[in-house]
């Protein structure tokens, strides 16, 4: 059965440093979304992405974030200076078509820590 | 503004006994979908179940189902003979152009 694949599981890193987080939707879809989740938190929507742009984003993707499809199979998420409210888990999801009625397949999500 | 609203953290249920997990919603939009997602321990995200706004009928999946009451904007999920492996965070979610969850409900199921 096909699955989004994210990487890597866990990042560390040193507030103010950039990450990248990597995500390999599921092949024949054409919508990326990524959500974060907060600890003991709701999920929360950041972004969504469709025909290599932007389609949505919500008030906490501000400009220390952004997001590329660089080839045709992975999906990044870059935070350019990370701070210690982004410790995280994001989620990748992807969907085959939009964000309504179709059904997004979440990754397994990668746990960011900044310290 | 789009909002979910879970007023249960937590819930519990006798394993093989049903539960009913409330949510309430507000959006402007007249056509937008509804969704249920179950994450367990792992923190996958697994959906559960949806609903059409436009369709009056509530959707059933196996054990699952909803209880869909669009003027009160009330999306609730039963889960009938309740399984030991049913035990999770369940995310209630609404989707327009974007996809909003509420807070969740931990379930918890008692053998």
């Not at chain 1, 907060?38 to 906490?60: D, R």
């Not at chain 1, 935070?79 to 969907?95: G, H, P, Q, V």
């Not at chain 2, 049903?18 to 007249?30: H, I, K, M, N, R």
Request: net charge negative; hydrophobic share 35%; proline share 4%.
């Amino acid at each position: 059965e096909p699955e989004v694949t994210q990487t890597p599981s866990h990042q560390v890193t040193q507030m103010g440093q950039e990450v990248i987080l990597r995500c390999v939707p599921i092949s024949n879809h054409l919508y990326f979304y990524w959500y974060r989740q907060i600890l003991g938190q709701k999920v929360e929507f950041l972004v969504s992405f469709y025909n290599n742009e932007i389609s949505e984003k919500s008030e906490i993707f501000d400009d220390q974030f952004s997001v590329e499809r660089p080839d045709g199979s992975n999906f990044t998420l870059k935070i350019r200076s990370t701070k210690l409210e982004d410790s995280a888990m994001y989620f990748c999801a992807s969907s085959g078509g939009g964000p309504g009625y179709n059904e997004q397949f979440f990754g397994p999500g990668t746990r960011l820590t900044v310290l | 503004a789009q909002t979910v609203t879970q007023s249960q953290p937590e819930m519990s249920v006798q394993e093989a006994e049903t539960v009913t997990l409330s949510c309430t919603y507000d959006t402007s939009e007249s056509d937008y979908y509804l969704f249920w997602y179950k994450q367990p321990p792992s923190r996958q995200m697994i959906l559960v179940i949806r609903q059409e706004a436009y369709k009056q009928q509530n959707a059933t999946e196996n054990r699952f189902s909803v209880n869909f009451q669009k003027a009160a904007k009330s999306f609730s999920l039963k889960i009938s003979d309740s399984q030991l492996g049913d035990a999770a965070m369940y995310f209630c979610a609404l989707a327009n152009n974007d996809m909003r969850f509420g807070a969740g409900t931990r379930l918890t199921v008692k053998p």
